[in-house]
């Protein structure tokens, strides 16, 4: 059984690669660059130093983060797109407690710093799953209306209230709040790069991810209203409150992501801090099969593709929104390639379809 | 200031805010109602805006300038008809979630538009566009003259689809065959109506639509093309279309509400309101929500089989 | 409707064979029927009857085999070919849009009422009245089918298929949702309309293949094991051949004593998905160790007390009395911790997760218990060891409890779900249409599970659209309409007519049956 759900991962993988490489190509092609030299420096250029090799995994942090926080809502029934909304949110409740909090050691600021941080993403998370849990209204559609919403709320924050003072002084305005204080901010672990703790902190989240979904009943209660809501319904599981849980986690998840990047990279809260990493996300979290054995690897991939991208953008003039495109082709080419070998029905006729171009002969008596 | 002005102020800038949406969520309404829920709707309106600026931009000075406009518009139906086409290719023939699948093709179209405009274009330019008309002897009617004879054609237009659509879904076969496929697949399947090709019909003109409303906001609205004009006004448009409870006349009403709203924002920060800028901007997203979770009863009266792919093969 | 062609007088299919992934639905199967005919078509569930009559009407293409329409080949690709032949099918699940009207149905299927631009509703409407009047069917074309009883859409699938020029019709189970005086009444109809017709009747209620049919072919795993002219054979005969073996299903003898009551539903007003009250003053009391049989149209609110006992819609007034506490607008937890078992309507959505392992499945109710977890974490070893158990005491056929469950077969899923209700040990159990189209084997394998923990005193109540299983399993039958009880009967003072009289409303002196007006003999003690 695992061994065929495997085989079956893997076809899926390589059948979207492939799908995806072709479309992406075709775009390349038509705004007269060279696909194969694109690839080229979008998938090697990263790995070629060190330097490279660390940065990829500064991106695949919070890729990673977010999309183990949305392999667990998808798995609960609940598609989160509101990621992005939920980091920024995490950004600026981290940044908050740490520049309240300065006076306090690192080994307490640090951990109250990104609990702050999920719990801030947990909470704009929530809202959308209590919508959901209360008012049945569409997931999609307001996590969707609060990443906007996120957006203004963080540019207020940024803009006022917790503007740099220096940046008032010296007039130029950048919104942008102050330096967090050292004992919020993480140790590196390669020296003389920007590889942060917060990398150690992912994996272990990820092992947490794995256990709590097929080892406690917690993550079996989930698992079962995502894919069964009547049934569960029929078996005594409330499944709205777990509607709710899997939000909270979720946005819990993707607010750490917010964390991790205040603390461990940007070390103060700044305009367009998310990137991108919750719809990105999205894509690593589909492209790893919703499971944090998956994922680990898919978020490594989509850091080396961030990285590229910006390196192509420099070197081929290929402008980075180019990312865009292949993590919305691959999320077609994945939804489609998931459906279709899972439907034998779909297959038999297209194999129908198939034979009808051949000669008699082939065909079974 | 005098109250009748005022008002006359927020509904004069209310209609040409609601076109772009209007035009997506009629649109919409087709997809929903054969069955197939398109959150892409937002993608395919950045790639209508995209091409229907590029190509008026790109025949500026050649022998063609006069048609820009026309060409532009036709361009913008072209490829949002294109990306209705993959979107049932995608959810139709492959059964994929289609909410997944909506957020990818929004996901491609926003990143398309946005990678080819900085090839192609580059900066932030301008163009012409389609420029207001007045309508003669209507447009000088007091009041509603000026609320609504006095836009860009394409207002017009708009509002003229929203009585088409009506005809066209209650009125006339095609109509009463995406109804039937939107609700009982199978019973329109057993009366010998072909459910794949009436969805990819009806996804076809409702990526259409969505990108004459992404043409719209380019070519008569905000007259450029930038990566962010769009703006979740197809996610907007997805979300008119439950409040209107899928009807064109509901649609248009919410069409109207959202952007009294979105005018009377803007008009507050005219009238000296003080109220913080982020706040104002975030009112119509908010109001989104809002709306949402009132209109959370319609879902009985609307397609039943919203969502779900058809297999005829598939027992029961 | 097709001037063109001569009007259908033979229809004839050779060696049809069709493949659907991992079952052979139908191998070579030969068939004839002419006009003025009626040809049964018998066959247990599953065994090929409704995919054969799909590749027919165009909806199925055949892997091998072929159509002959009066001794010429047809290819049909969409049931409009089939209808432009003559060939029209009244399916078991009406295939009706609900927010349409009648004619608008009809219009769907009319091709030359589609003008460009212009959709020829009073045509459809014109149309529908010309047919209802001559077969008299009477149908109003405005009504929307909503709004319509079962019987009333049976009648307008009836005149629709008659109105899309039908001169073969394929009816497939089309008495399972009636009152058993409607049965009557459109056997009644069929008779006449046979004369000028050719009907294949399809049903395994074996008593209405005898009143209606010359000739009956009998199905058996895809295959024709039988032909002949019904006249001929009994129906004991034709059960025997359907099913392989013979087949005597488990009968309630009545021997048990009544327990002290268990369940006690006072008064119980509940509301339906439109708003409306679809339980309106209902009473029901269960014994312990009886079986409560609820007979009833479907649409009566059956669904609704299931739910409502279940704990999954909200009581607006009324008592649920077990053992002596209210459980009314008790949350499902709560009902189950008090004992009540569930085996609901529909099994793949609301009894299973289907995605899930058997193992999975078999502890829904239970992963939080003691058993099955420890401090949040689940036991996969004593999980592991309870689904082995269950497997094997339950005869679940399944490679392993690995296995997604959505991958059994309908009575295997059937008998997961009352392999979990049975072994928490229910004092009550309320089993919904329990054996809705699962084949012998497994349906008498339940049946006899129900009756067996009927006998160590569980209350069970059973609500079922087939009156024979509910006739042979009960203790007492209480009649369900529009929402309230009409009366309860002892099982053996029930008869298919008098459950008949009350299913259509009417109480037992309203008007006495009259047997004699029946169309159909009697039901005997074969059914199925």
Redesign the interface.
């Known amino acids: 059984m695992n061994k065929q759900r495997i085989i079956f991962g893997g076809a899926v993988i390589l059948a979207v690669s492939l799908v995806a490489a072709l479309v992406v190509a075709l775009v390349l092609f038509s705004i007269g660059a060279s696909p194969l030299e694109t690839y080229k420096t979008i998938l090697m250029g990263p790995l070629s130093d060190v330097f490279g090799v660390t940065e990829v995994l500064v991106r695949a942090v919070p890729l990673l983060l977010v999309g183990l926080g949305i392999a667990i809502s998808f798995r609960s029934g609940i598609l989160n797109i509101g990621a992005e909304g939920q980091i920024q949110m995490g950004v600026l409740a981290s940044t908050a407690v740490a520049l309240a909090l300065p006076g306090l050691p690192k080994g307490i600021l640090l951990p109250l710093v990104l609990l702050a941080g999920a719990l801030g993403g947990a909470l704009w998370g929530g809202i959308a799953g209590w919508l959901r849990a209360r008012l049945q209204v569409n997931e999609i559609l307001s996590t969707v209306m609060l990443n906007y919403i996120a957006v203004q709320v963080h540019t207020f924050f940024l803009r006022g209230p917790m503007l740099d003072p220096n940046e008032l002084e010296t007039g130029s305005g950048t919104p942008q709040s102050m330096r967090l204080p050292e004992a919020a901010i993480m140790d590196y672990i390669v020296p003389g790069t920007r590889l942060h703790t917060g990398l150690i902190l992912a994996l272990v989240a990820a092992l947490l991810v794995y256990v709590l979904l097929w080892k406690t009943t917690l993550g079996y209660r989930m698992r079962a209203a995502g894919a069964g809501a009547k049934a569960a319904r029929y078996a005594g599981i409330p499944v709205e409150r777990y509607l709710v849980i899997a939000m909270l986690l979720a946005g819990g998840f993707a607010g750490l992501a917010g964390a991790v990047e205040v603390t461990g990279v940007h070390h103060r809260a700044i305009e367009g801090i998310s990137s991108g990493y919750g719809f990105a996300g999205i894509v690593v979290a589909l492209f790893g099969m919703l499971h944090p054995g998956g994922i680990i690897p898919s978020s490594i991939f989509f850091g080396i593709l961030l990285i590229g991208a910006d390196m192509t953008q420099r070197s081929a003039g290929v402008p980075a929104n180019m990312v865009l495109v292949l993590q919305g082709v691959i999320i077609l080419a994945i939804v489609s390639a998931q459906s279709f070998l899972r439907n034998s029905y779909a297959q038999a006729r297209l194999f129908r379809w198939w034979s009808g171009f051949k000669p008699k002969k082939g065909a079974q008596p | 200031m005098n109250p009748g002005v005022m008002t006359f102020n927020v509904l004069c800038l209310a209609v040409p805010f609601s076109v772009a949406i209007l035009l997506a969520a009629l649109g919409e309404n087709f997809n929903q109602r054969a069955g197939v829920f398109n959150l892409g709707c937002d993608g395919i309106m950045c790639m209508g805006a995209f091409v229907g600026f590029m190509l008026p931009y790109f025949l500026k000075a050649g022998p063609m300038a006069p048609y820009g406009n026309l060409l532009g518009l036709a361009g913008a139906l072209g490829v949002g008809a294109a990306l209705g086409l993959l979107f049932a290719l995608v959810t139709v023939t492959f059964g994929a979630s289609q909410g997944i699948a909506g957020i990818g093709l929004q996901m491609l179209g926003w990143g398309l538009s946005g990678t080819l405009f900085r090839h192609f274009v580059g900066g932030v330019t301008g163009v012409e566009g389609i420029l207001a008309m007045p309508i003669p002897w209507l447009s000088r009617i007091p009041f509603l003259g000026g609320v609504f004879f006095n836009h860009n054609p394409m207002a017009y237009v708009a509002f003229l689809l929203v009585p088409a659509s009506w005809f066209l879904l209650y009125k006339t076969p095609w109509g009463l065959k995406v109804r039937a496929v939107g609700t009982h697949p199978r019973a329109a399947d057993t009366m010998g109506i072909n459910v794949v090709r009436t969805r990819y019909q009806a996804l076809m003109l409702g990526g259409a639509m969505a990108g004459l409303a992404g043409a719209y906001l380019s070519l008569a609205q905000a007259k450029m093309f930038s990566d962010d004009l769009v703006a979740g006004r197809g996610f907007i448009a997805v979300a008119l279309v439950y409040f209107g409870r899928w009807s064109p006349l509901g649609i248009l009403g919410g069409a109207l509400l959202f952007s009294i709203a979105q005018s009377f924002q803007l008009s507050m920060q005219v009238w000296g309101i003080k109220f913080p800028y982020e706040f104002a901007v975030m009112l119509p997203y908010v109001l989104v929500i809002v709306v949402l979770a009132l209109a959370r009863k319609a879902r009985q009266l609307g397609p039943t089989d919203l969502g779900k792919p058809y297999n005829r093969e598939m027992r029961f | 409707m097709t001037a063109m062609l001569e009007p259908i007088s033979e229809l004839k299919l050779e060696g049809i064979t069709k493949r659907?992934?991992?079952v052979l639905a139908c191998d070579g199967i030969s068939l004839q029927v002419r006009r003025g005919e009626v040809l049964a078509l018998v066959g247990e569930n599953g065994a090929g009857k409704t995919t054969l009559m799909n590749i027919i009407?165009g909806?199925?293409?055949p892997d091998s085999g072929s159509l002959f329409v009066n001794g010429e080949e047809v290819h049909f690709r969409?049931?409009?070919?089939a209808?432009a032949r003559g060939i029209g099918?009244v399916?078991q699940?009406?295939?009706?849009?609900?927010?349409?009207t009648v004619a608008?149905?009809l219009?769907?299927?009319l091709?030359q009422?589609?003008?460009f631009?212009?959709?020829d509703i009073k045509g459809a409407a014109r149309r529908i009245r010309e047919v209802s009047e001559r077969y008299e069917l009477p149908v109003n074309p405005d009504a929307y089918i909503w709004q319509l009883s079962v019987g009333e859409q049976q009648r307008v699938e009836l005149v629709k298929t008659l109105c899309?020029g039908a001169r073969l019709l394929i009816l497939d189970e089309p008495t399972s949702a009636l009152t058993p005086q409607e049965t009557d009444d459109l056997i009644e109809r069929l008779q006449r309309m046979a004369s000028e017709l050719a009907i294949i009747f399809i049903s395994h209620k074996l008593n209405e293949v005898k009143a209606l049919s010359d000739r009956v072919s009998i199905l058996r795993h895809g295959a024709v094991v039988f032909n002949g002219h019904t006249v001929n054979h009994e129906p004991a005969e034709l059960a025997a051949l359907m099913t392989g073996h013979e087949v005597t299903l488990p009968r309630n003898e009545g021997t048990g004593r009544p327990g002290k009551p268990l369940l006690s539903v006072k008064n119980l007003c509940v509301r339906g998905?439109?708003g409306n009250l679809v339980l309106d003053g209902l009473n029901l009391e269960l014994r312990a160790g009886e079986i409560l049989g609820v007979a009833g149209v479907s649409g009566n609110g059956q669904r609704e007390l299931a739910d409502t006992l279940?704990?999954?819609r909200a009581v607006e007034s009324g008592e649920i009395l077990f053992e002596g506490q209210n459980l009314a607008n008790c949350?499902?937890?709560a009902?189950?911790?008090a004992g009540m078992g569930?085996v609901?309507e529909?099994r793949q959505?609301?009894?299973?997760?289907?995605?899930?392992?058997v193992k999975?499945n078999f502890i829904?109710?239970d992963?939080?218990s003691q058993q099955f977890?420890k401090l949040?974490?689940?036991r996969r070893r004593e999980i592991d060891r309870h689904a082995d158990q269950l497997k094997a005491g339950f005869d679940i056929r399944c490679p392993?409890t690995?296995?997604a469950t959505g991958a059994l077969s309908g009575g295997n899923i059937q008998k997961v779900i009352l392999a979990r209700e049975i072994a928490r040990g229910p004092k009550a159990l309320v089993a919904v249409y329990p054996t809705r189209g699962i084949d012998m084997g497994a349906q008498e394998f339940i049946h006899s599970q129900l009756l067996d923990h009927r006998r160590k005193g569980v209350g069970i109540v059973l609500i079922s659209e087939e009156l024979e299983e509910v006739m042979n399993l009960s203790d007492r039958i209480a009649v369900i309409y529009k929402g309230k009880i009409l009366k309860t009967l002892p099982a053996v003072e029930a008869t298919r007519e008098r459950l008949g009289i009350l299913m259509a409303g009417l109480t037992d002196t309203d008007s006495p049956p009259e047997p004699a007006a029946s169309a159909l003999p009697s039901a005997g003690a074969v059914h199925e």
């Not at chain 3, 969409?78 to 070919?81: I, L, N, S, V």
């Open positions: 659907f992934p991992g009407m909806l199925y293409r969409t049931p409009g070919d209808y099918m399916h699940h009406f295939m009706l849009v609900p927010n349409m608008e149905n219009a769907l299927g091709k009422l589609h003008h631009m212009w959709l899309l998905d439109r279940a704990g999954l949350s499902p937890r009902i189950i911790d569930y609901p529909d959505t609301e009894g299973i997760v289907p995605s899930f392992s999975d829904l109710k992963f939080a977890s949040s974490f689940l392993s690995s296995t």
